[in-house]
T-cell receptor, first 111, second 116 residues
Framework: GQNIDQPTEMTATEGAIVQINCTYQ??????LFWYQQHAGEAPTFLSY????GLEEKGRFSSFLSRSKGYSYLLLKELQMKDSASYLC????????????FGKGTKLSVIP | DAMVIQNPRYQVTQFGKPVTLSCSQT?????MYWYQQKSSQAPKLLFH???????NEADTPDNFQSRRPNTSFCFLDIRSPGLGDAAMYLC???????????????FGPGTRLTVL
């Protein structure tokens, strides 16, 4: 089975940097995904890590350590529109075509 | 643009009255998924198709059925909706890369179901 943990809520200031952590336990691993979901909307893909290290995409970066079962999403130069839930999701591989989602971290960006 | 389309965006039904939600995709992805998401919760996978192979999650109620008549379309049938089935229903697609590597999932806008 799989277990994914994320903080429930975070608050950060516009223009700042925020790090959203995700820890997981899994029997197999074939990639970790981060999605952004605004209230009442569908999740949209942000980033994907399958190897250890940092993946950078503009203001968003994601880091993975497979040995520690740990990932984080880093958001720089926060904007008000970044207020959303951020979902960490795991593919366990081994022929699985499924993603297991964490409950998400609700980020509130304040002026 | 290639995309995942869900219809309708909002659906209201009565307790016990069957309802069908639809999903179509122009991405030509071989995997399609149906998720149920309730407020402040993670998306919960109901079932998925790999091509025509249907995979039902063990805890998906029998009240939920699905059909995939071709690569582009997938339907979610709720035979007798209960009040607890009110939720956002998300369709997603993906493709299998070389071996068993899975590409990212692309979500449709969702259908919000209200049960009266």
């Amino acid at each position: 089975g799989q277990n994914i943990d994320q903080p429930t809520e975070m608050t950060a200031t516009e223009g700042a940097i925020v790090q959203i952590n995700c820890t997981y336990q899994t029997s197999g691993f074939n990639g970790l995904f981060w999605y952004q979901q605004h209230a009442g909307e569908a999740p949209t893909f942000l980033s994907y890590n399958v190897l250890d290290g940092l993946e950078e995409k503009g203001r968003f970066s994601s880091f993975l350590s497979r040995s520690k079962g740990y990932s984080y999403l880093l958001l720089k130069e926060l904007q008000m529109k970044d207020s959303a839930s951020y979902l960490c999701a795991l593919n366990s591989g081994a022929g699985s075509y499924q993603l297991t989602f964490g409950k998400g971290t609700k980020l509130s960006v304040i002026p | 643009d290639a995309m995942v389309i869900q219809n309708p965006r909002y659906q209201v039904t009565q307790f016990g009255k069957p309802v069908t939600l639809s999903c179509s995709q122009t991405l030509n992805h071989n995997v399609m998924y149906w998720y149920q998401q309730k407020s402040s919760q993670a998306p919960k996978l109901l079932f998925h198709y790999y091509d025509k192979d249907f995979n039902n999650e063990a805890d998906t109620p029998d009240n939920f059925q699905s059909r995939r008549p071709n690569t582009s379309f997938c339907f979610l049938d709720i035979r007798s909706p209960g009040l607890g089935d009110a939720a956002m229903y998300l369709c997603a697609t993906s493709r299998v890369l070389s071996g068993t590597s899975l590409d990212t999932q692309y979500f449709g806008p969702g259908t919000r179901l209200t049960v009266l």
